[in-house]
């Protein structure tokens, strides 16, 4: 068994995970490929935040059923796997391998299990403090990197099943973190997220003694690097020390991903939350007040149990108070072991759906309202590809926004050139709700990764 396939689902954190789990399985000798039927060993990395992501992986592994017996070996990783345990063998006999994210510095162990024959071999202590560092991991773009700074969650919204299925929160040392860095850099790469359920509670376990806004600002100092974003931010520990160093570092991207969930302070005292209202919005006062002009970005969750009209009604005053660039949106879905799957005055699916819809409706409007305002302006694109159907160039600015464009001198890849992983002056000509739309003007390729223009 030495062939193996993999198919993530979920939040960035999972998508880096299955790269170091690539990286991991490629150093025991196996080999990836890309369809799950020439797999000899075939991985599911899962989330579990919602149901519906949850049910994504059970119709998954029933497509494969009947190949299990024909030496085809199944395992499933990630957030469904530490949530389901051992229950998983149950609803899908057919699986050999269960084992959550604070299992995986012991997926050479578990391999060797598998390949002995073994038929139920599961990683699922959540009791641990180490991180999940391999030099092995196997990155997807050759561009841009994740980096793991801060692994787990201590927070307990009530809603959220991620203190379940990632254990408790544990910091790598800013030392490993900046080494990484450097190392990326070396590689070619230009672009840096730090990731973490919860980045801004990172706590440096070294003497150095870092938070979260220090460990930022020294990675943005690393030669080569030109972007570093980060996510996801918890308001409660969201600090004004972050907008500072967004200020005061051009390589940090001026955009920050800062859920809401509601606008409503009772609603957000029943999710746990600790944070007010008026606690959230001071956040985003710094932000309004910073030099930079800094994105900001949310998610929402509608139809959370008890929300009142009146509850829902003050979400809508906050997101045309703050007028977000970008949000997610999410009707309350119950998951297991969570407070809220107790709570009083469950919200019917239609009036969640309502909910839903009233938000994405406002939303379009602000977003529209919004990115028109970048037209006749020049903004600098991280190009990530090229769209053969749109006749576009791929970018992205580093609010976050794509920004697709055209090139005269270079209207498509061609003869081994491309514009693919440099950053491109582009006029913007045209916004839509989604994206802008421009002109390349000027182009830093042959500038080399992390010199000014
Ligand atoms: N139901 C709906 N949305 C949820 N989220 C987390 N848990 C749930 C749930 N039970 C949303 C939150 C979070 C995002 C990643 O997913 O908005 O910020
Ligand atoms: Fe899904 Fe949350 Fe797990 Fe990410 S951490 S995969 S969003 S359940």
């Not at 989330?47 to 494969?64: G, H």
């Not at 990783?77 to 050999?96: D, K, T």
């Amino acid at each position: 068994m030495k062939t193996f396939y993999i198919e993530t689902f979920g939040c960035q954190m999972n998508a880096h995970d299955s790269e170091k789990v690539v990286g991991t399985l490629l150093q025991e000798g196996y080999t990836q490929v890309d369809r799950p039927d020439q797999a000899e060993l075939v991985l599911y990395n899962t989330c579990s935040i919602r149901d519906k992501a949850e049910q994504k992986v059970f119709s998954r592994l029933q497509q494969f059923k009947r190949e299990a017996g024909k030496g085809k070996v199944f395992g499933v990783l990630g957030c469904v796997a530490q949530q389901e345990g051992e229950r998983i063998f149950e609803r899908a006999p057919h699986v050999s391998l269960v084992a959550g994210s604070a299992s995986y510095t012991k997926l050479p162990d578990l391999l060797v299990q598998l390949e002995a024959g073994n038929r139920r071999v599961t990683g699922l202590s959540l009791d641990t403090n180490e991180t999940f560092d391999t030099p092995y991991t196997r990155r997807d773009n050759p561009h841009r990197a994740y980096i793991t700074i801060i692994e787990g969650c201590d927070k307990s919204c009530a809603y959220c099943v991620v203190p379940f299925t990632r254990g408790p929160e544990r910091s790598r040392t800013s030392e490993s973190v900046l080494r990484e860095a450097a190392s990326l850099a070396e590689l070619g790469y230009t672009e840096i997220q730090l990731l973490g359920q919860n980045v801004n509670s990172y706590r440096d376990p070294s003497p150095a003694g870092w938070d979260f806004a220090r460990l930022l600002d020294e990675t943005g100092k690393t030669p080569g690097i030109r972007r570093v974003r980060f996510t996801t931010s918890h308001p409660r520990d969201f600090v004004k020390g972050i907008v500072e160093a967004i200020d005061g570092n051009s390589a940090l991207c001026n955009h920050v991903h800062l859920p809401v969930q509601s606008g409503s302070t009772s609603v957000l005292s029943r999710m746990q939350r600790l944070y007010t209202r008026d606690d959230y919005m001071r956040r985003i006062e710094w932000m309004k007040n910073a030099r930079r002009s800094i994105a900001i970005t949310t998610d929402i969750i509608v139809g959370f149990p008890g929300e009142t009209e009146q509850d829902f009604k003050e979400t809508v005053r906050l997101a045309e108070e703050v007028e977000y660039d970008s949000m997610f949106i999410f009707k309350y879905s119950k998951r297991p072991n969570t407070p809220a799957l107790e709570y009083e005055d469950h919200i019917p699916e239609e009036e969640k759906t309502r909910r839903l819809m009233i938000l994405q409706e406002l939303q379009r409007a602000i977003q529209i309202r919004r990115n028109a305002a970048y037209v006749g302006t020049i903004e600098e694109a991280h190009v990530e590809g090229y769209n053969t159907a749109t006749g576009q160039w791929i970018g992205r600015t580093a609010q976050n926004k794509t920004l697709n464009f055209i090139d005269a001198e270079l209207p498509g890849p061609a003869e081994g050139r491309t514009l693919t992983g440099t950053y491109a002056d582009i006029l913007v000509t045209r916004a839509g709700p989604n994206s802008l739309a421009g002109e390349h003007i000027a182009s830093t390729m042959n500038n080399g990764p992390g010199r000014a223009v």
